[in-house]
């Protein structure tokens, strides 16, 4: 397994390593000691899975602290392009985003700490998305951000959504006040 940060300190995208021969394949999705050994001690404590159609967008969502949430994301079966936003106020990179595509094919998973905001666009019919937490999920703690907002600049693609009625009314970045 390989684990490399990205340009957006404190995510990483994590690379198995996959066995495959004529009967399938294999690879570990976790394993705390080599997370451990690349500085995320980690203790995951719920697992989330989804179901989506082709042209569903979920986020930009976070939860706010003391029920902050870091996030170790995969897809089981399908592709998104998975995007994270630094909405930490005191770093060099808040604003910024990242964007990677996931997919059953190329089995990458990413990890993304408390202090971003969180969303994915699913590329494929039937696509199941997959995360553990570090945290419990507490409804009054739930925060969000316009997925199209101008100011957060994110390529999601020539695409009109599928979207539910709280993420088409969350509110947009220069109005957010972060609590990170």
């Known amino acids: 397994m390989e684990i490399k940060e990205l340009e957006l300190k404190g995510v990483y995208l994590i690379t198995p390593k996959v066995f495959e021969d004529e009967r399938g394949h294999f690879f570990e999705s976790f394993n705390q000691n080599v997370f451990k050994e690349n500085k995320l001690d980690l203790n995951f404590v719920q697992d989330n899975q989804s179901l989506s159609q082709k042209g569903v967008l979920r986020g930009l969502h976070f939860q706010k602290p003391p029920f902050a949430q870091g996030k170790l994301i995969r897809v089981i079966k399908g592709r998104v392009l998975d995007v994270a936003v630094d909405i930490r106020k005191n770093s060099p990179t808040y604003g910024k985003s990242i964007a990677l595509e996931i997919s059953e094919y190329n089995k990458l998973m990413f990890y993304i700490p408390e202090g971003f905001a969180h969303g994915f666009l699913t590329l494929e019919d039937n696509t ?53």
Do not use: H, M, Q, R
């Not at 994110?154 to 009314?169: A, F």
């Open 128 to 180: 199941i998305f997959s995360y553990k937490c570090t945290n419990f999920f507490n409804k009054e703690s739930e925060g969000s951000l316009l997925w199209n907002d101008v100011d957060l600049n994110i390529d999601w693609g020539n695409i009109t959504p599928l979207l539910s009625e709280k993420d088409k009314e969350a509110p947009v970045f220069s109005t957010f006040k972060s609590p990170f």
